[in-house]
């Protein structure tokens, strides 16, 4: 079984600023994939980036990156220069590759919200 | 390309009412999954199915819900005799059948379906 922790409260970050969204994860599988998706006020999930457990690189996606750490097992979001548009839930989730495209595991989410 | 379809956007319901609601999945996306979002929480895995197929319904109510596939049209997620406890966001999200390592199994959702149970 998989499980994902989100504890931060709420976030909160100066425009223009960069901020880390905390993400840590628990999984037995040696092979499984990070992802984090923003779930702005309208609701829609929006899918931001992507990690495989064996890549060396962090991954990155414009202003996002994601910390992987797998020994510590954390996937940390990092958005540099924050936009108000990033005001958002975000949420951490995780896939294990146990089988083809077995269902993602996500974590309760952390509000971010921009000061202008 | 159109995205992930789902319908209706907006559900009311009264209690012991039946609630249907539909998924498109993106084309060329044979996998759909079923997710429900209560206030202020992550979602929550619900059924899995390829065409036809129930691959896992481990996070589904073991009473008054079902989900399909069809072979022709959209998948269905069908709630029977609603309750209040029922109301919630219910999502749609379709990924291809791709290779399991890469980032190309991303899950892609659809805006939601939003169930109000009076």
């Known amino acids: 079984a998989q499980k994902i922790t989100q504890t931060q409260p709420g976030m909160f970050v100066q425009e223009k600023e960069a901020v880390t969204l905390d993400c840590t994860y628990d999984t037995s599988d040696q092979s499984y994939g990070l992802f984090w998706y923003k779930q702005p006020s309208s609701g829609e999930m929006i899918f931001l980036i992507y990690?495989?457990?064996?890549?060396?690189q962090n991954a990155t996606e414009g202003r996002y990156s994601l910390n992987f750490q797998k020994a510590r097992k954390s996937a940390n979001l990092v958005i540099s220069a924050s936009q108000l548009g990033d005001s958002a839930m975000y949420f951490c989730?995780?896939?294990?590759?146990?089988?083809?495209?077995?269902?993602?595991?996500f974590g309760k989410g952390i509000t971010l919200s921009v000061r202008p | 390309n159109a995205g992930v379809m789902q319908n209706p956007r907006h559900l009311v319901r009264r209690r012991g009412q039946e609630a249907r609601l539909r998924c498109s999945p993106m084309?060329?996306?044979?996998?759909v999954y079923w997710y429900r979002q209560l206030p202020e929480e992550g979602l929550k895995f619900m059924v899995y199915?390829?065409?036809?197929?129930?691959?896992?319904e481990s996070g589904m109510p073991k009473e008054r819900f079902s989900a399909e596939f069809p072979k022709e049209g959209p998948s269905i997620l069908r709630i029977q005799q609603v309750v209040r406890g029922d109301s919630a966001a219910y999502f749609c999200?379709?990924?291809?059948?791709?290779?399991?390592?890469?980032?190309?199994?991303?899950?892609?959702f659809g805006a939601g379906s939003r169930l109000t149970v009076l």
């Open positions: 989730a995780m896939r294990a590759y146990t089988g083809a495209n077995s269902k993602l595991t």
């Open positions: 990690q495989g457990s064996y890549d060396e």
């Open positions: 199915l390829q065409k036809e197929n129930i691959i896992d």
């Open positions: 999200a379709s990924s291809p059948l791709g290779p399991p390592r890469s980032g190309a199994n991303v899950l892609t």
């Open positions: 084309k060329g996306h044979s996998h």
